[in-house]
């Protein structure tokens, strides 16, 4: 298993330039989520996905838009860069139900560091 | 509201010695918390998962206690190694739903030779 694999591992983008993020998991996960991860700040919930096709906001969705058409894949699109989504964005899963513990762990890919200037 | 906060911001400490870290919640209901431990450039990695029920749990230098009565988490590393260098993240989450779960800022923990 590769676990959840995120693509480019590092990208420069002009202001005004459009980008997707990709994130795939090959673990059968239902739940995908995406965050973003400011220096000194904890990661921000930008989209999650409950299943292929059903997309909601997290706490931070303005200037991004996500699609979920198979299990696997949720890329994250930005559409108009600006100099704020300079962050590093993480992508991570996770199996649906409970354990005796409680929820399983979430799965994460080792990000996209981007930079918009 | 939801919160979850720890101590301190950063830490520095001396390979093999021990460290405790910090994390305060006001989530509720409660369901679990877990550590996660990122390295510089990682994605963060589940370490411990503790239900209410649970005081304390180990995962080899690892050790987890939870109080839920004062919603008050520490993760104790003992005999530190330079490994041992990377960000905490305290997550706690509610019974129910995908978005369940409420991130800490984290702890930056450096081991110095």
């Known amino acids: 298993n590769a676990g959840v694999t995120q693509t480019p591992k590092f990208r420069i983008l002009k202001i005004g330039q459009s980008m997707t993020l990709q994130c795939t998991q090959d673990m059968n996960h239902n739940y995908m989520y995406w965050y973003r991860q400011d220096p000194g700040m904890g990661l921000k919930l930008i989209y999650y996905?409950?299943?292929?096709?059903?997309?909601d906001k997290g706490e931070v969705p303005n200037g991004y838009n996500v699609s979920r058409s198979t299990t696997e894949d949720f890329p994250l699109r930005l559409e108009l860069a600006a100099p704020s989504q300079t962050s590093v964005y993480f992508c991570?899963?996770?199996?649906?139900?409970?354990?005796?513990?409680?929820?399983?762990?979430?799965?994460f890919g080792d990000g996209t560091r981007l930079s918009i200037l | 509201k939801n919160q979850v906060e720890q101590s301190p911001q950063s830490l520095i400490i001396l390979e093999g010695k021990n460290c405790t870290l910090q994390c305060n919640y006001t989530v509720s209901p409660f369901s679990n918390l877990r550590w996660y431990k990122q390295d510089t450039g990682r994605g963060p990695v589940s370490l411990t998962i503790m239900t209410f029920s649970e005081n304390t749990k180990s995962n080899g230098r690892y050790t987890a206690t939870l109080d839920a009565d004062t919603k008050q988490s520490s993760l104790h590393i003992t005999a530190s190694q330079l490994s041992d260098s990377a960000s905490y993240i305290c997550?706690?989450?509610?019974?129910?739903?995908?978005?369940?779960?409420?991130f800490g800022t984290g702890t930056r923990l450096t081991v110095i030779p």
């Open positions: 996905s409950v299943g292929a096709g059903i997309t």
């Open positions: 991570a899963s996770r199996r649906v139900g409970q354990t005796i513990q409680g929820n399983q762990p979430q799965h």
């Open positions: 997550v706690v989450s509610a019974p129910t739903g995908a978005n369940n779960l409420f």
